[in-house]
């Protein structure tokens, strides 16, 4: 079945514990990224790649990470959470970014 | 101004309704018109895709854009419970130019 998978799906941590929320494609896209959803602001892009190795800054960037080492894999790095990070994460995938595919998900809770 | 923009509901419609989505854009450069459905505490969901001006129609949804008024349109004909959502309308210039999301429109389809 074609589909993005991430985990974990559900995630309360405390502020300042590194964190890492996976994303993976079996659908051989080659674009990947990543986006948060909050009540009021809508779907706003974090990271995304292009490639293999080729990763770009979305719109709000600030305190992530991400990495592509694999066609599949995409990675999202909190390096040190902060409540202000707690939110509904997406990964999405596609052949281009018009046409994504996405995740079921990631609530995270930063405490 | 938001370069998309959505009324964020909600819209109640009675079951067999037809169901008429809206958004606007201000970017004429924009080429690239997108729906995507979201069903409570899931990924969204690509439902239309459409370039430049005309209608597209895949079953009961027909994706409109005029772009002389930058007037994006989602119809739903027979409208069904299971189509309540809340659906977002995106749009870009293409060339791997930013993808810019309306927060969403959310729809109860009422039995």
Request: with cysteine; charged share 20%; aromatic share 12%.
């Given at each position: 079945?074609?589909?993005?998978?991430?985990?974990?799906?559900?995630?309360?941590?405390?502020?300042?514990?590194?964190?890492?929320?996976?994303?993976?494609?079996?659908?051989?896209?080659?674009?990947?990224?990543?986006?948060?959803?909050d009540?009021?602001?809508?779907?706003?892009?974090?990271?995304?790649?292009?490639?293999?190795e080729?990763?770009?800054?979305?719109?709000?960037?600030?305190?992530?990470?991400?990495s592509?080492?694999?066609k599949?894999?995409?990675?999202?790095?909190l390096?040190?959470?902060?409540?202000?990070?707690t939110?509904?994460?997406?990964?999405?995938s596609?052949?281009?970014?018009?046409?994504?595919?996405f995740?079921?998900?990631?609530?995270?809770?930063?405490? | 101004?938001?370069?998309?923009?959505?009324?964020?509901?909600?819209?109640?419609?009675?079951?067999?309704a037809?169901v008429?989505?809206?958004?606007?854009?201000?970017?004429s450069?924009?080429q690239?018109?997108?729906?995507?459905r979201?069903?409570?505490?899931?990924?969204?969901?690509?439902?239309?895709?459409?370039y430049?001006?005309?209608?597209?129609?895949?079953g009961?949804?027909?994706?409109?854009?005029?772009?002389?008024?930058?007037?994006?349109?989602l119809f739903?004909?027979d409208?069904q419970?299971?189509?309540?959502?809340t659906?977002?309308?995106?749009?870009?210039?293409?060339?791997?130019?930013?993808l810019i999301?309306?927060?969403?429109?959310?729809?109860?389809?009422?039995?």
């Amino acid at each position: 079945e074609a589909q993005v998978t991430q985990n974990p799906r559900y995630l309360i941590t405390v502020t300042g514990k590194k964190l890492t929320v996976t994303c993976s494609q079996n659908m051989n896209h080659e674009y990947m990224s990543w986006y948060r959803q909050d009540p009021g602001l809508g779907l706003r892009q974090i990271y995304y790649s292009m490639n293999v190795e080729v990763t770009d800054k979305g719109d709000v960037p600030e305190g992530y990470k991400v990495s592509r080492k694999e066609k599949r894999n995409f990675p999202l790095i909190l390096e040190s959470p902060s409540p202000n990070q707690t939110s509904l994460y997406f990964c999405a995938s596609g052949d281009v970014q018009e046409t994504q595919y996405f995740g079921p998900g990631t609530r995270l809770l930063v405490l | 101004q938001k370069e998309v923009e959505q009324d964020p509901g909600p819209l109640s419609v009675p079951e067999g309704a037809i169901v008429s989505l809206n958004c606007t854009y201000s970017n004429s450069a924009f080429q690239y018109f997108m729906w995507y459905r979201q069903y409570s505490r899931k990924g969204p969901e690509l439902l239309m895709y459409t370039y430049s001006s005309g209608n597209k129609e895949d079953g009961r949804f027909t994706a409109q854009v005029d772009k002389s008024s930058k007037y994006i349109s989602l119809f739903i004909r027979d409208s069904q419970p299971s189509d309540s959502a809340t659906y977002l309308c995106a749009s870009n210039a293409g060339n791997n130019r930013k993808l810019i999301w309306g927060l969403g429109t959310s729809l109860a389809v009422n039995p």
